[in-house]
Nanobody, 128 residues
C-alpha cells in the first residue's frame, strides 16, 4: 500500500526557489511512477512533473520545463520537486501522486485520471 505525505510548502516571492518533498510510508515505492500535480480553486488538477521508477526518465509540463526538477531516492522512499524562478502563476496546492510504472507512456504520464494514490497536498503561495 502507498501512503504519501508531502512537505516543504510555504510562501515565497516571485523569482525565488522552493523544494517540495514527498515520503511514501509503504514498502513498494520502487514499483511506482511518481508525479507532482497542482491545483488552484476552480480549476482541474494539472500534472507538473513525473519520474519513472528507476529515476532516469522524467516528464514535465511545458509551463515548468527548465524551472522545475523532479528526483527520487528509492532507498529513502522519497520524491522531491525542486522549483526555481517561481512565478505568481505557480501558486497552487501541490500534490504528490503514484501509479504503477508499467502502464506509463509519454502521452499519459501526467494524466490525472491514471493515478491511484494521492497525498493531501502542500500549499505554495508565490507573491509578486
Amino acid at each position: 500500500q502507498v501512503q504519501l505525505a508531502e512537505s516543504g510548502g510555504g510562501s515565497v516571492q516571485a523569482g525565488g526557489s522552493l523544494t517540495l518533498s514527498c515520503v511514501d510510508s509503504g514498502d513498494s515505492f520502487d514499483r511506482y511512477y511518481m508525479a507532482w500535480f497542482r491545483q488552484v480553486p476552480g480549476k482541474e488538477r494539472e500534472g507538473v512533473a513525473g519520474i519513472h521508477h528507476g529515476g532516469v526518465t522524467t516528464h514535465y509540463a511545458d509551463s515548468v520545463k527548465g524551472r522545475f526538477t523532479i528526483g527520487r531516492d528509492n532507498i529513502k522512499n522519497t520524491v522531491w520537486l525542486q522549483m526555481r524562478n517561481l512565478k505568481p502563476e505557480d501558486t497552487a496546492m501541490y500534490y504528490c501522486a503514484a501509479r504503477p510504472w508499467r502502464c506509463v507512456t509519454p502521452g499519459n504520464a501526467l494524466s490525472r485520471t491514471e493515478y491511484n494514490f494521492w497525498g493531501r497536498g502542500t500549499q505554495v503561495p508565490v507573491s509578486p
